[in-house]
């Protein structure tokens, strides 16, 4: 099997009981395979599970669990700060918590390269900064490198986080919900990334419950329902032909959710009078009234 994420048998237990229950998950080098289901079927669980960072209250077993043809299975924290990164990486969904406030976009890229890499230094670490940068068509990366990431825009910032985390070269990337809190225009251009690094050779691990996205950039489908595996195929298949109940509710959900709107008022929803806004003494907002 081509490198990627091979489990079998994944068990996750917590104080009262089973979370996660025989599943079964393959992640090849160049596939993007989606992980769905509802809220608290397990699917950021499991993710977290192939991370090494499940909660302490939690106990992962697994007949086999291997991430970038590493069994990971007991390894320790050291081995599995080894591996964050250089093996395997994490996108989350809210790229202004995942990056922090005060280091600036290239120093935040640069990090998993100086932890994996130490001996790239100087011109050398500038330069795969600013590779990682234009790999995810972040424009003027120099001048990005050089900003904070309160003063990107949304899809910006998470562009510059998927930039971190594939900075080491890792064979894995988790990408968990990460396109929810971004536009409709700005969760299309983050979904041809992934789709890209995908075609590239990574193996994406993309979580979600938004089918409309699933369909635009998973090869495969893995869908979830309270800690189990209810079904799985190539997208196409499991889009269009779901077998499993559940699966064909969420399927129809999303076909046939009715437009819901809201009723007409004379009084406006959202108001903002004088509004003004700073950022290091400059003034990016001032004085905006709106209704």
Known sequence: MSDGVHVRGLRIDGPEGALVRDLDLDVRAGECVALVGESGAGKSLTARALLGLTPASTRVSSETLRIDG???????????????????????????????????????????????????????????????????????????????????????????????????????????????????????????????????????????????????????VVVMRDGRVVETGTTAEVLASPRDPHTRELVAAVSHEPLRRAPRTDEPLVMGEGLVKSFDGRRAVDGVSFA
Not at 168 to 197: C, F, H, M, N, Y
């Open 70 to 220: 590493n069994d990971v299975r007991g390894l320790s924290p050291r081995g599995w700060r080894t591996l964050r990164g250089r093996s395997i990486a994490l996108v989350s969904q809210d790229a202004l918590v995942s990056l922090d406030p005060l280091r600036r976009v290239g120093a935040e890229v640069a990090e998993p390269v100086r932890i994996h890499e130490p001996a790239v230094r100087g011109a050398a670490l500038a330069d795969r900064v600013r590779a990682s940068l234009e790999r995810v068509s972040l424009p003027e990366p120099d001048r990005r490198a050089r900003q904070y990431p309160h003063e990107l825009s949304g899809g910006l910032r998470q562009r510059a986080l998927i930039a971190s985390a594939l900075a080491a070269g890792p064979a894995v990337l988790v990408a968990d919900e990460p396109t929810t809190a971004l536009d409709a225009t700005v969760q299309a251009r983050v979904l041809t990334l992934l789709r890209r690094i995908a075609d590239d050779g990574v193996a994406v691990l993309f979580i979600s419950h938004d089918l409309g996205a699933v369909a635009r950039v998973a090869d495969r």
